[in-house]
């Protein structure tokens, strides 16, 4: 869709919905750039093919490729184990996460569940190629239905990116306990922001003059994150992953040293990977 009369129009996604364009564009930007630290065509492709105002974002930082990387990567150690494993991509947005893990992945067999709301699933269904191996359903991730549509023979994961921190916190902690009690034996990977941007930023936080980040109710510190393996039936352990490395002096070495760093580990914010197992498993955090 190289002609611009040919892009799709995303003027109706609003809100939380709206989101998922910023954080495409942050990672089809970083994606251009020479040295690459997410190889990520499809994100690419896709800000080619939207008619949007995505500079009304204002920057595009390494952020959210950064966190795609913490993501590819707890998703594919899963998958060396469960190569036909299901993943549930619950509040997917414009994530292109199916094609980088089958690129990365000799010969893919894993199975995809999308669950986004209807107006992000009709732009999905239209921009991004079909696949046999991807499902599609037009619901809320707090609809616990979807969890009707996931086969759990062969293993599942489940990945929350961007979406519990836009919950309210007993809609976000129902959502955890509701995957955890559904899916023994699962895996469950989330991102949260710093538990201080709900007090600093009650509104929301202003990314450029003409955006604001919808407001963000729910964060834990990874301390309460690690206490989840204590207080959480079906919780077995707790993973605190690390930052990956990205370009540049600061991205390569600063910040994954400041994610790990003790004094400011727990106001930070957390990429969290949750095992589920049954109520009589040894529970541990780490």
């Not at 709206?18 to 499809?42: S, V």
């Not at 009709?122 to 616990?144: G, K």
């Not at 009707?148 to 599942?156: I, K, L, N």
């Not at 370009?247 to 070495?253: S, T, V």
Request: glycine fraction near 6%; charge should be neutral; charged fraction near 25%.
């Amino acid at each position: 869709m190289d002609d611009p009369k040919d892009r799709l129009d995303a003027s109706a996604l609003t809100g939380v919905s709206e989101t998922a364009l910023l954080t495409l564009n942050g990672r089809a930007y970083q994606a251009r750039q020479p040295g690459a630290i997410l190889h990520d065509p499809m994100a690419i492709r896709l800000v080619d093919s939207i008619d949007f105002d995505f500079d009304k974002f204002g920057r595009k930082g390494q952020e959210m490729a950064l966190r795609s990387l913490a993501f590819d990567r707890a998703a594919r150690q899963y998958l060396t184990t469960h190569p036909r494993a299901t993943v549930v991509a619950l509040a997917e947005g414009f994530q292109t996460s199916f094609w980088r893990l089958s690129d990365s992945i000799d010969n893919p067999q894993f199975r995809w569940l999308t669950v986004d709301l209807e107006p992000v699933i009709r732009l999905r269904e239209r921009l991004l190629p079909a696949s046999d191996r991807i499902t599609t359903l037009a619901q809320s991730a707090l609809d616990y239905s979807w969890m009707d549509h996931v086969d759990t023979s062969e293993g599942v994961f489940i990945t929350a990116e961007g979406l519990l921190m836009y919950l309210q916190p007993d809609e976000a902690m129902s959502l955890i306990s509701a995957c955890a009690a559904r899916f023994p034996g699962a895996q469950m990977i989330f991102d949260l922001p710093p538990v201080l941007v709900k007090k600093f930023a009650p509104k929301g936080m202003r990314s450029s003059k003409r955006y604001r980040v919808p407001p963000m109710p729910f964060s834990l510190s990874p301390a309460q994150l690690a206490d989840l393996a204590n207080t959480m039936p079906g919780v077995k352990a707790v993973h605190d992953l690390p930052m990956p490395k990205g370009r540049g002096f600061f991205f390569e070495k600063v910040f994954p040293a400041i994610w790990q760093f003790k004094p400011t580990k727990q106001i930070r914010g957390a990429y969290t990977l949750l095992e589920f197992g049954t109520d009589e498993s040894t529970n541990r955090a780490r």
